[in-house]
């Protein structure tokens, strides 16, 4: 497997509102529910087609869910909100017609209907490259107030509980030597869309894009900035963070400098 070739695949295809060849998500659960199988556990459910994907392979992923789920919470110490999805168990719909691994309606998770589905790739498990841990912690964490610090987040959780589960994780940017997120970062400093990007990190909301490639970039440089603002704050000051409405904000008032200073230490930590 070739993590980075993998991981870059996967966000080239990334948008808010997904690829365009994908169904629509609504269309993915109609379909699923009326004609595909379910295998059900403790805290995850999963939606598969038996065309699509092999049971004993989706009952193992669904093992591995449940793992993660359980983890995830123990990591953060914070529990899946049963009460405000109005379900105490995850959704995961697996299905062909989803090439990008996401949760419900995209970045606007939080703006309709709060459902806790997630949707991968048939092609992907079959692969055994699913992001499971990053999609599930989108979810456990469920509200956010800057893109860049819900995927670095994300991201971040779900490397370190890999790393305690002693399971494989299929990172967007790689997870050793050439391919981690800090090194994909640095190479930006000659890049020629590396001002608009960093303009995006750190910034309040969910930013606009001028292309997809442009997109990538803020991926990377979200989950790098998150990175090293994890070894400054801790896991605690950032999840303290994540809640933060005003991220900027709360980024001068925890660490007494600006954004703007924290992001120039953060460049020169990661280009050394």
């Known amino acids: ?25 609504s269309s993915i659960v109609q379909q699923l529910r009326a004609s595909g199988k379910k295998i059900e556990g403790t805290r995850a459910i999963v939606w598969y087609h038996p065309n699509e994907a092999k049971e ?30 109005g379900q105490a168990r995850i959704e995961y719909f697996v299905s062909r017609a989803t090439t990008v691994s996401h949760v419900y309606n995209g970045y606007q ?19 055994g490259t699913v992001p499971y841990l990053h999609e599930t912690t989108h979810l456990v964490l469920r509200d956010f107030h800057s893109l860049w610090l819900r995927e670095g987040t994300a991201e971040w959780v779900a490397q370190q509980v890999a790393a305690q589960l002693g399971a494989g ?12 997120a800090h090194t994909l970062a640095a190479a930006l400093h000659n890049d020629p869309d590396r001002d608009a990007v960093l303009s995006l990190v750190p910034r309040n909301g969910i930013p606009s ?21 994890a ?32 992001q120039g230490q953060w460049l020169s930590a990661i280009r050394k």
């Open 1 to 25: 497997m070739k993590p980075l070739f993998l991981c870059l695949l996967l966000l080239t295809s990334l948008s808010s509102l997904h690829a365009r060849r994908d169904a629509p998500d």
């Open 56 to 85: 004993p392979v989706v009952a193992a992923f669904l093992r591995e869910l449940e793992r993660g789920i359980e983890a995830i919470e123990s990591f953060t110490g914070r529990r899946f909100d049963s009460a405000g999805y």
């Open 109 to 127: 998770h939080n703006e309709g209907p709060r459902l806790p589905y997630i949707f991968f790739s048939a092609k992907r498990l079959a692969d």
């Open 169 to 180: 994780h299929t990172a967007f940017y790689g997870s050793a030597g050439n391919e981690d």
């Open 209 to 229: 894009f001028t292309s997809t490639e442009q997109r990538r970039k803020f991926y990377i440089a979200g989950t790098s900035f998150v990175s090293f603002l």
């Open 231 to 262: 070894e400054l704050l801790g896991k605690n000051g950032l999840l303290k963070l994540y809640d933060a409405p005003d991220t900027d904000g709360a980024l001068a008032t925890t660490l007494n400098q600006s954004p703007a200073a924290l």
